[in-house]
């Protein structure tokens, strides 16, 4: 069962390391149903390794809803609270960031980044 997120959980998360907030992040958008979580399997342990939810990159205008969707898996943290604007970009692959707060713009280039490491991103840049 996922855990829900609440608002009272950045605090905590401010003192969990790198890689638990990225477990964390794995754990918020990880599949519900059993077969959706079945991507492959460990050929060495003979495992099915779990998966979770992805930003399409292929920059295509349909996926601008899914890739939303995903984001707004953390909008209970705040991530929203702390800018005036946050859009997230992707185009073959590569993903850009645009955040605005008070006087402050900044873009943020995501090439090479997966899912887990681009919400990280952003959480850093917004409540953490």
Known sequence: MKRIVKSTDVEWLKVLTEEEVKNYIRE???FDDVLDQLRHVEHDSNL???EHRRFN???FHETIL?????LNTF???GI???VDYLYLKF???IGILYLKSDLDYTEVDLGGYGTTEIIYR???LTVL
Request: hydrophobic share 40%.
């Open 28 to 30: 918020a958008l990880s």
């Open 48 to 50: 099915l390794k779990k």
């Open 57 to 59: 990159m292929t920059g």
């Open 66 to 70: 899914h890739n939303f969707n995903i």
């Open 75 to 77: 909008i209970e943290l």
């Open 80 to 82: 929203y609270d702390h």
């Open 91 to 93: 185009y073959k692959g």
């Open 122 to 124: 952003i959480l850093k």
